[in-house]
């Protein structure tokens, strides 16, 4: 209990992390993607390291989020060595809609939540850390994506790992500081939100393509 309690005297608000030596930053110190590594290997502790990098969403969209969407764009052409009948335009198109699908779910799911989200919790959606958040757990979701797209056969294991992207979603939460009443209700809306919007995305661009 102890710990807890210093862990979190020790991770300040976004407000008080802007106050405290503006112009000092360690953000030089942190790899965005290796950030994200610790976040699915450890957790609360790997969020904690998130905060303490105090990387803006900027940051973290240019040194993680865009390469993996990049990557699960590309990984869509992995069909070239597996499919004699791979077709090279519908292949093009499937790929800008994985890129499109995860791009503008960032901002969907930013909106949504902002939308579900009770009176008391609405200013909650506006902080960088909530940015941060959507941009992590998507960007799990495009890493999760490329094997499954590189090695077909593992397709039957990889649909499962969302569900690692809902459990480094809950660990998350803590630093959000939510009000404690609409704790559960705020953390189921956005693992829905953020697994679900892109395979929303996808699904129009199918119907628009």
Known sequence: MSE????????????????ENPKESNSGHFSPFVLLL???MKGTAGWKDLRRSRLKPEQ?????FYPLIALATVSRFADWFYLP???????LVSAVSVFVSF???????QVVCRWLFPNAAKSKTETSYFKLIVQYALSSLALFWIPAELMP?????????????????TKSLRFLRLP?????????????????MPYLFMWICEKIF
């Open 180 to 196: 404690e009443q609409y704790h559960n209700r705020c953390m189921v809306t956005i693992v829905v939100t953020v697994i679900l």
């Open 85 to 91: 009948e791979f077709n090279l335009s519908e292949t």
């Open 60 to 64: 973290t969209a240019a040194g993680c």
């Open 38 to 40: 610790g976040i699915l």
């Open 4 to 19: 807890k309690i210093s862990d979190d005297l020790n991770i300040n608000s976004d407000s008080e992390l802007e106050a």
């Open 103 to 109: 791009f503008f779910s960032y901002f969907a799911v």
């Open 153 to 169: 056969i593992l397709e039957t294991v990889t649909v499962f790992l969302p569900i690692w992207t809902a459990f480094i979603i």
